[in-house]
Nanobody, 124 residues
Framework: QVQLVESGGGLVQAGGSLRLSCAAS????????MGWFRQAPGKEREFVAV????????YYTASVKGRFTISRDNAKNTVYLQMNSLKPEDTAVYYC?????????????????WGQGTQVTVSS
């Protein structure tokens, strides 16, 4: 089992920045590919970004590319999502997820473990 706890969400004005963190415990963190997803009210959960076990491969959905950066610190068992130039349409609950097979996938069905989510609200 892997336990994931997100933090760092909050209310920010459009154009501002936030850094989300996801702390993992329970298994060897460096064995897992890690992803970030988000879900806005009334919408499906959508992929945001993914990072491979080593951190050498990253992939982003088109709407956040150039604004968001995913990174990880395996010594701290933590994955981060730096979000810059935030827009109101980025408002959602953000979830981190762990993939034991390191598929670097954009589909939520590839992930084995999920955190409880952290709310990000961007005001216009």
């Amino acid at each position: 089992q892997v336990q994931l706890v997100e933090s760092g969400g909050g209310l920010v004005q459009a154009g501002g920045s936030l850094r989300l963190s996801c702390a993992a415990s329970g298994r060897t963190f460096s064995n897992y590919g890690m992803g970030w997803f988000r879900q806005a009210p009334g919408k499906e959960r959508e992929f945001v970004a993914v990072i491979s076990r080593s951190g050498g491969v990253t992939y982003y959905t088109a709407s956040v590319k150039g604004r968001f950066t995913i990174s990880r610190d395996n010594a701290k068992n933590t994955v981060y999502l730096q979000m810059n130039s935030l827009k109101p349409e980025d408002t959602a609950v953000y979830y981190c997820a762990a993939d034991s097979a390191n598929k670097v996938a954009a589909t939520q069905y590839a992930y084995d473990y999920w955190g409880q989510g952290t709310q990000v609200t961007v005001s216009s």
